[in-house]
């Protein structure tokens, strides 16, 4: 054993290994000893957050740019307040790492053995450990000083492996035990295809790219998740073939590109991409996940399109298993495949609105003006809402400058991810995120935090009095009728900008464009803390690519 070398240093230790900077937490007893001890003196910065769900939320947007994030919380009334926020990254495959500070043995054994509670136990050691043990992909208790490193490496690993969330159980009697040193640096398992499958694959694509005369490619969230943009561009240029995102990957390759058209996001895609599609007579989807969020009234063309992902190829009735997507783009840019000559849509050119300062803001017409805003050095995020289809079709055009969580879509995600993407982004880069008003109440004390740490995101928060995209969902209808909202989907009216006096940072309101103009002049120049903009639209005006549910 390492004389004097501990099992809360070596969580730290390979904590900063893998470039964690920033640690997201709530105070708890079970855990503010391993936070006073060894991250405080540490290169890693705690972030003291004012709940655990905004909490989660945040170290899922500082993960997704930083390539991993984490938080520390107490046992049980503070980890089972995490769960949504580390469900929505297990979905959506963001590598995040929960420390559950959690009682020592001897309070375990007494109250499994005796009834006499400690704070926050529920039935016993297993609690937290089953709930986590669904959304994770490896739920570790460190209660042996000795096992510790090898515990921890293996959560580790897991982590960077398969791009999801680990749950650390550290008991609050370990941290200051003996252990060993960390040996070498962690690195994530090597990748496995069955070579047969991954030759037969390559072989199935390579014959339908030859032979299409309109093929397009798909490039899905996983191209970002797994680091393979570099090889996805190549192949994309090697093969002169127009391109598409999905509202998930919006932006993780240059959406100035030439060969970019657009994103695929079944109706409420623009009429250039739905027509591309259309027309396409063989789809590469790389890495694309389908959701009822990511195609929105529009059934993909199985038998023409070819989807790879989650280690398999699909195509018609073709099926090959355990290849690896990163092998496969390496096995089609290897066969040379002769490049297509494919007529992409020239992109409209994007004109200024014809509103005036004192017109009231819609919808649509916040997006429209919103644009010019919108530049390389801005990373956009959208909130599970109406916002989803605005933001859509912006045109964003830093590479990774666009986060949303659309897959497992849970409102008020992003206001508080602002504060992870805000300590996670480069130095030159500001973060402007849109959220509706339904979303923000939940998560509103993210301002306090990002006021606290000088962080600047810029929020905006569309006020249309309700749950929009809720009432879309399940009766769309009533945005162009005389239908009233359900009662369930009304909000209780806040005074939004007003925030910005409880929490101490700037706020604005805006109800027509020269208002809204204004707020946006203030809030670029402040860079001292957040800025709250609320944007006051009609309840029942909605953007234009979202009307097609409406009919």
């Not at 855990?31 to 989660?56: F, K, Q």
């Not at 989907?489 to 939004?496: D, F, R």
């Amino acid at each position: 054993m390492h004389k004097g070398y501990t099992v809360g240093q070596y969580l730290v230790d390979r904590l900063r290994q893998l470039g964690l900077e920033h640690l997201f937490s709530i105070a708890g007893d079970y855990s503010i000893e391993w936070l006073n001890r060894y991250v405080t003196p540490s290169d890693i910065e705690i972030v003291e957050e004012v709940n655990e769900v905004n909490a989660g939320y945040a170290a899922d947007g500082y993960a997704r740019l930083k390539g991993i994030g984490a938080l520390c919380v107490t046992y049980s009334a503070g980890a089972l307040c995490a769960v949504n926020a580390v469900a929505g990254a297990y979905v959506e495959k963001v590598p995040l790492v929960l420390i559950n500070g959690t009682p020592s043995i001897k309070k375990t054994l007494t109250f499994e053995q005796t009834g006499f509670s400690s704070h926050h136990f529920i039935s016993g050691r297993e609690t937290d450990l089953q709930s986590f043990e669904h959304i994770t992909v490896a739920t570790v208790r460190v209660d042996n000083p000795v096992l510790a490193p090898l515990v921890i490496d293996y959560a580790l690993t897991q982590c960077m492996s398969e791009r999801r969330p680990i749950y650390v159980e550290l008991l609050q009697d370990m941290i200051d035990l003996e252990c060993e040193p960390p040996r070498g640096v962690l690195q994530p398992a090597r990748i496995l295809s069955d070579e047969t499958s991954l030759e037969q694959s390559v072989a199935q694509i390579c014959a339908a790219l030859e032979n299409a005369e309109n093929p397009l490619i798909w490039v899905g969230v996983e191209i970002d998740r797994l680091g393979l943009q570099q090889q996805t561009l190549s192949l994309i240029q090697r093969l002169n073939v127009p391109f598409v995102t999905e509202l998930m990957s919006k932006a993780v390759l240059p959406e100035h590109h030439p060969l970019f058209v657009g994103v695929l996001d079944g109706q409420a895609s623009s009429a250039d991409v739905t027509e591309l599609a259309k027309t396409s007579d063989f789809i590469l989807a790389l890495g694309v996940w389908l959701t009822d969020i990511n195609s929105l009234g529009w059934e993909p063309d199985f038998d023409k399109t070819a989807f790879a992902s989650l280690d398999a190829v699909k195509f018609g009735t073709y099926f090959g298993g355990q290849v690896a997507l990163e092998h496969l783009i390496d096995g089609i840019l290897a066969k040379l495949v002769a490049p297509r000559v494919r007529h992409v849509p020239e992109k409209p050119a994007r004109g200024t609105s014809a509103v005036s300062p004192v017109d009231e803001i819609t919808y649509q017409g916040f997006y429209d003006f919103i644009q010019r805003y919108v530049d390389e050095k801005t990373i956009v995020g959208s909130d599970p809402s109406m916002n989803y289809f605005g933001s859509l079709l912006l045109d964003v055009p830093s590479p990774g400058g666009f986060v949303a969580q659309s897959s497992y879509s849970s409102i008020g995600y992003i206001a508080p991810a602002a504060t992870g993407l805000c300590l996670a982004k480069k130095s030159d880069q500001r973060v402007m995120v849109f959220s509706g008003d339904g979303g923000f109440q939940m998560t509103a004390q993210c301002l306090s935090t990002q006021t606290r740490f000088g962080l600047d995101p810029i929020i905006f928060v569309i006020n249309n009095g309700v749950y929009g995209v809720e009432q879309w969902l399940a009766d769309s209808t009533v945005f162009h009728t005389d239908k009233p909202f359900y009662s369930s989907c009304t909000l209780h009216p806040w005074n939004y900008s007003k925030l910005s006096e409880v929490f101490g940072c700037q706020g604005w309101k805006a109800g027509t464009y020269g208002e809204l103009e204004d707020a946006l002049k203030g809030a670029l120049a402040n860079t001292n803390s957040p800025s709250l903009i609320e944007v006051l639209v009609p309840g029942k005006s909605i953007p234009d690519n979202a009307d097609w549910k409406t009919q």
